[in-house]
């Protein structure tokens, strides 16, 4: 599984890659689709919807005042789009060991995985993914809470997301700053305001701890790594993972099915 384009495939069967359990609430499809078709009526059979894709993140983290970055071009669409394919992917309910194990097996490291998980900055989350954190979390917490959660932040999670409650509902992943591309997510991560199981995970390790702490020291402002710099960076070394070129896959006509 790489960056070809294999989500945005939709031929209406329960083994598309896009209906996998964590590509819930995905969204965008239609803007993707959109800009595939201008670009066809201008130089059909050019740009690939892997290309569109990674052009679009970048897009979207400019317009939340991000960074902007130079995006590596190139890419072929896939040909395979499976939901068993998914299985690899980061999962919200993944433990520290298993995200660093899954990042390691793609080539990223700890700080990518720490940087990449910060683009939670902007989005949002639904409670679907909240209610086994809040209400049934697993030993030894009890089967309660997840004991990391701020017990300030608590009530205001429940109250969003209520046990037996509308799991739809959504709420921003990164609390008091959702739609601004900021460090605010790491802050909030090292103050047990992370909204994601996963991103609270990443504080309950020392190697990634440390990595999230580099960005707020002292002195940091003037002599630590750059939130931004370090951000553009990740992406591009992800825009590069199990990509297609040359004579591999292909440049589909429309993105959401196979030429």
Known sequence: MGCDGSI??????ETDERRAFGHQGVRGFDIIERAKAELEGVCPGTVSCSDIVAMAARDAVVLAKGP??????GRRDGMVSNIRLADNMPDVSDNIQKLKAKFIEKGLSDKDLVILSAAHTIGTTACFFMN???????????????PSINPMFLPELQSTCPKNGDVNVRLPIDRGSAETFDSQILQNIRSGFAVLQSDASLYQDEATKRIIDSYFGLLSPFFGPSFEADFASS????GRIGVLTGSQGTIRRVCASFN
């Open 8 to 13: 945005l495939i939709d031929n209406g069967l």
């Open 68 to 73: 902007s970055y130079e995006v590596e071009t």
């Open 235 to 238: 992406m591009v070394k992800m």
């Open 132 to 146: 086994q954190r809040l209400y049934t979390f697993p030993p030894p917490s009890g089967g309660g809470t997840d």
